[in-house]
Nanobody, 115 residues
Framework: QVQLVESGGGLVQPGGSLRLSCAAS????????MGWYRQPPGKQREFVAT???????TYGDPVKGRFTISRDNGGNTAYLQMNNLKPEDTAVYYC?????????WGQGTQVTVSS
């Protein structure tokens, strides 16, 4: 059974920073893709960033230049460093791992950007 546990959300002022973590456990093959998605209040879930086990990275347009995804070497922990946060970044952030054509999701962590 695969489990993902996210942490690091909270309340931050505009212009501030937060770092999210996602630890995946269980029977996970080396070839996988980890990523972050978010769901703003009243909106659909949207893509934030993904990173393959080989280091290939993709970002959604709204976060390019402000957010950085990374992973621990050889492991299944992903991070999302979020800088210069804006009120429109307020959302529940979800971690996802994909392998063998199957997605596994974390429970989500709330990020609120407000003064």
């Amino acid at each position: 059974q695969v489990q993902l546990v996210e942490s690091g959300g909270g309340l931050v002022q505009p212009g501030g920073s937060l770092r999210l973590s996602c630890a995946a456990s269980g029977s996970i093959p080396e070839l996988n893709l980890m990523g972050w998605y978010r769901q703003p209040p009243g909106k659909q879930r949207e893509f934030v960033a993904t990173m393959s086990n080989g280091g290939h990275i993709t970002y959604g347009d709204p976060v390019k230049g402000r957010f950085t995804i990374s992973r621990d070497n050889g492991g299944n922990t992903a991070y999302l460093q979020m800088n210069n946060l804006k009120p429109e970044d307020t959302a529940v952030y979800y971690c996802k791992i994909t392998f063998l054509a199957t997605d596994y999701w974390g429970q989500g962590t709330q990020v609120t950007v407000s003064s």
